[in-house]
Each structure stands twice: as structure tokens, then as C-alpha cells.
């Protein structure tokens, strides 16, 4: 026990010794942690919202006119026992009338003037989250429109794809930008812990002619690169937290509609900026080490 307060005592007297080259590379590294978890924060909400939206997402199957009732049960029956499809809603000529009505009040001399219900009855088809690929979504569309009876069918094609590829292109950016920071919070570390390793040789070299052990030489700077790699996460993330309070605040005095849309991370994921830091210093630290002949 002594022996482990002595490291930490003598690891913690260092970094201040060496506050300026340490400070350096906290803000370096926080930096970096901070540049990965805004891009991770904004794929983490644009998949929230595709998740949200594919509540909402369906099919719009126009059927023709006059198609007898038999036919739209089957057809019902036939959506029904359609796996990707959860929910099935028909929607009458009337029914369609009067929505638009509702949705156009302003303009209701004009729907006044109308003798005959232009309107198509159709089917809405509302779809699982899983089903939500663009190519797929595609298919069953082009399928459906082959079945007889029916006229058309519609659904948000440039917008699935749009959001879709957003989200594929953030995941692998987010990927490769976590593979670079890791490489870069690892080498930055590496040569911080070279840079203080010597700059201490001469204390070095009288424990090592007072017979100590190189573990017990090297477990002061493993510990520094902990605490800068865990110090560094902690800054990166009050910093991410407090950019993200004063954006969405500004942002939702002009746009309020996207208030509870868009989140931050949960408060279980709130340790993981720090650990990530502390696991990528440490490894930095170990190679540091472990590449010094003494």
C-alpha cells in the first residue's frame, strides 16, 4: 500500500513539475476526443431521427376507380400477412376528401365548386424500421403497383435515400476519423511520456543504483498517461455537453419544432469519453515505455 501511494504521489508531483508540456497535451487530446464524440453525437441523432420518422413512414397505395369491395379486402388481406408491413389503414375517397379539406380550410370556396371527388381511395401502409432500406422499400413498391387494382403507389423515396446514405457516409466517417484520433491521442502520448521519461534521467539513474526495479520505475509515467489520457476525456466531454446546451437553446428560439428531437448522449454513456481517453493514453504510454531501453 505504501509502495502504490508512493507511485501515485510521485506521478502526480511530476505532471505538475511538468504542467506546461502536460497542459499541452490534455487540450490536445481533448481536442481530439471532442472533434470524434460531436461526430458520433450527430450520427447518434440522425439515426434517432430515422428511427422516429420510420413510425410515421408507409406506403401509399392508390387504388382505381370503382374497384369492388371484395377486391379491397383482398387486398387488405393480402398487406396483412405482408411481414414488413405492421400496421394497414384504408383510407376511403370521402375520407381522403375530407383531410384535404381540413389540411386546405383556406381554400374551401374551392373544394365548394367541386361536383365529383377526384380523390382516390388508397391504403397506407405503415412498415417496420428493418424494412427501411431504399433499395427494398423500391421493390416492394414496384411490386405492389403489378397487383391488379391497384393505380399507384407513392412513399418518400428522395428523402429515405437521402437520410439513409447520410447515415451510412456518418458511420463510416465516424469509423475512420476514431481509427486517426486513436492513432494520433496514442502518439501524442507516446511522445509526451518519450519527452518526461527523459527529462527525469538523472533521478532515473540514482533508483536504479539504489537497486529499483524497472516496473517500479515505469508505473509513475503509466499512471501520468492514465491521468491525462482520463483528464483529457473529462474536458473533452463537459465541452461537448456545454457547446450542445448553447446550440440546441439557440437553435430552438428559431426552429421550436425541433425541440425533443434532437438528444444527447444518455447518462449512461457520460463515463465513456473519459475511459476512451484514459484506455487510448495508457496504451500510448505503454508503447512509450516499452520502446525505452534503460
Known sequence: MRTLLYLFK??????????????????????????????????LNIDLTLKEWSRGFGLLVYL??????????????????DTDIIEVNYISKEQA????????????????GIEENPLPSSFELKLKREALQPAHIKEKAEHIKQ???????????????????????????VIILGSIIFTAIAFVTYSTIKILFYRRAQEIETLKLLGASRSFIRLPFLIEGLFIGLLSGIIGFFTIFGLY?????????????????????SSALYPVLP??????????????????RY
Not at 249 to 261: A, H, N, Q
Not at 275 to 292: E, H, P, V
Open 10 to 43: 510521485t506521478a502526480f508531483k511530476d505532471l505538475w513539475r511538468e504542467k506546461w508540456i502536460n497542459a499541452l497535451t490534455v487540450l490536445t487530446i481533448s481536442f481530439a476526443l471532442l472533434t470524434l464524440s460531436t461526430f458520433v453525437l450527430i450520427t
Open 275 to 292: 475511459f476512451t481517453g484514459a484506455i487510448m493514453s495508457l496504451i500510448g504510454s505503454i508503447f512509450a515505455i516499452g520502446r525505452i
Open 97 to 112: 376528401l375530407k383531410e384535404l379539406m381540413q389540411t386546405f380550410k383556406e381554400m374551401s370556396p374551392v373544394f365548394e
Open 147 to 173: 397487383i391488379p387494382g391497384v393505380e399507384d403507389v407513392q412513399y418518400g423515396e428522395r428523402w429515405l435515400s437521402s437520410l439513409s446514405s447520410l447515415l451510412r457516409w456518418m458511420k463510416i466517417i
Open 64 to 81: 382505381k376507380d370503382n374497384l369492388p369491395a371484395e377486391e379491397k379486402n383482398l387486398l387488405r388481406e393480402y398487406f396483412k400477412k
Open 245 to 265: 446546451e448553447l446550440l440546441t437553446s439557440r437553435i430552438i428560439e428559431f426552429l421550436p419544432s425541433i425541440k425533443g428531437t434532437v438528444t444527447f448522449f
